[in-house]
């Protein structure tokens, strides 16, 4: 490890993007990760490492990236995804070229996030998916989304979940944004109409979404 963050630091990109690609590709985005994934196989722990030194070389970028494309979409592509979708869309999350945020909560669920209303039925090789969520993080700021969607209404309610990662720039998506006090709009309600999503986008196997969303609730925590 100690060599890639030297090969890093003896050649440094201009532009955050392109820092960050380097650092995906030499395994220091998330060193945990799997070689190929960002990672290096290594401990946790050690990517304070790789901060400390780019830090103490005055360099103004860390590993710890905005938006939940690094924190909770990263990972949980990383441990759940296919390897097409991996080398699709795990390096633009960390690079930040893609905006992630989180479609799980829902108007009728409450706090009880298995019980969710939105519905996403097979066609093909597609998904059409139906649905409202809401509480949304900065939505409106997003071109991509962690979607849990049920799949299988038969089924017992934590095992007819599956999880997706929505283009949010599809055709059938509307991004409400809803005014706080304050006068912000951080949250936003999302409305789902006939929303094709295909079967590549999906993460993890189908009916096992409970399961990967945990994944991302444990990075969020």
């Known amino acids: 490890m100690t060599d890639a963050i030297d090969r890093f630091l003896a050649d440094v990109p201009e532009g955050l993007v392109s820092q960050r690609g380097r ?12 070689v190929g994934r960002g990672g290096l196989g290594a401990a ?12 103490d ?6 590993t710890q990236a905005s938006g939940g494309g690094v924190t909770l979409s990263g990972p949980t592509m990383a441990t759940h995804g296919s390897e ?3 080398e699709r869309l ?5 690079t930040g070229e893609d905006s992630w945020c989180q479609l799980f909560s829902e108007p009728g669920a409450g706090s009880d996030m298995a019980a969710l209303g939105c519905r996403a039925e097979r066609d093909g090789d597609e998904w059409i998916v139906n649905g409202q969520k ?3 993080t900065n939505a409106h700021l997003s071109n991509r989304a962690m979607l849990i969607a049920r799949t299988d209404p038969d089924a017992p309610k934590h095992r007819g979940i599956t ?3 929505i283009d949010l720039e599809s055709p059938g998506v509307e991004v409400r944004p809803l005014r706080q006090m304050t006068g912000q709009a951080e949250f936003s309600e999302v409305y789902l109409t006939d929303v094709r999503v295909p079967d590549a986008d999906r993460i993890g196997d189908i009916g096992d979404g409970w ?3 945990m994944t991302t609730l444990s990075n969020e925590r």
């Open 211 to 213: 399961r990967v969303s």
């Open 134 to 136: 809401v509480w949304t």
């Open 57 to 62: 070389r005055g360099i103004a970028i860390t």
């Open 90 to 94: 795990l390096r633009r999350a960390f």
């Open 84 to 86: 097409e979708i991996c």
């Open 23 to 34: 650092l995906f590709d030499l395994g220091l985005a998330w060193v945990n990760h799997p």
């Open 163 to 165: 999880y997706f990662g």
């Open 44 to 55: 946790p722990g050690r990517q304070l490492d790789v901060v400390r030194r780019i830090q």
